[in-house]
Each structure stands twice: as C-alpha cells, then as structure tokens.
Nanobody
Framework: QLQLVESGGGLVQPGGSLRLSCAASGFSLEYYAIGWFRQAPGEEREGVSYISSSGHATDYVDAVKGRFTISRDIAKNTVYLQMNSLKPEDTAEYYC?????????????????????WGQGTQVTVSS
C-alpha cells in the first residue's frame, strides 16, 4: 500500500530554517515523481517544489527559488525539502504527493491533479 508521511514542520522565526521529510512506503521513488505543495488558510493549494523519478530534475515555484532545496535519499526512500530564509508568507500546511512515472524519468509534473497519492501534511508557521 502506497503511503506518504510528512514530518519536520513547526514554528520558526523569520529567517530561520526547517527541513521537511516525506517518508514513502509501498513504492520506490525511482518510479515516482514527488511534489511538495502548500496551502495556507483561505488560499488555494500551490506547488512548491518537484523532483523527478530519476532524481536528476528538480523545479521550484519562483517564490522559493534560492531558499528551498528538494532532495531525496533512495536508501531511506525519503524526499526532503530544506527551507532556509523562511518568511511569514511561507506559513502553510505542507504536503508531499506522488505521481507514477516511468522508471528513472526526468519528467516533473507540476499540477496537483497529476499527483494521485498524498500525505497528511505538516504545519509550518513562520512568526516572531
């Protein structure tokens, strides 16, 4: 059974850092693209960052470029989102999601509709 579990959220001051983890089970990351999405209260869900099933292709929404880094550890079957220089506008519930892809593909889907499996989310609050 395919499962995604996020962790690592919390309360951090502006300018601080957090690392989110997305632990995958029931499937191999080498067959799935992973996306990080976020949703703030009253806002639409937005894509934040993506990594392909090859792990070689990554992408970021403009608002986080240069501050966030997506990576993965195949041995741990886990995807990470390192978030630096956090801003109050980064406050949201963060979700990871998986989209079935060919083995070791460089394609990175971006639409939330492309992702069929979702985690339960982890809250990130940036506030002084």
């Amino acid at each position: 059974q395919l499962q995604l579990v996020e962790s690592g959220g919390g309360l951090v001051q502006p300018g601080g850092s957090l690392r989110l983890s997305c632990a995958a089970s029931g499937f191999s990351l080498e067959y799935y693209a992973i996306g990080w999405f976020r949703q703030a209260p009253g806002e639409e869900r937005e894509g934040v960052s993506y990594i392909s099933s090859s792990g070689h292709a990554t992408d970021y929404v403009d608002a986080v470029k240069g501050r966030f880094t997506i990576s993965r550890d195949i041995a741990k079957n886990t995807v990470y989102l390192q978030m630096n220089s956090l801003k109050p506008e980064d406050t949201a519930e963060y979700y990871c999601a998986a989209d079935r892809q060919p083995y070791y593909s460089d394609y990175t889907p971006h639409s939330s509709a492309d992702f069929s499996s979702w985690g339960q989310g982890t809250q990130v609050t940036v506030s002084s």
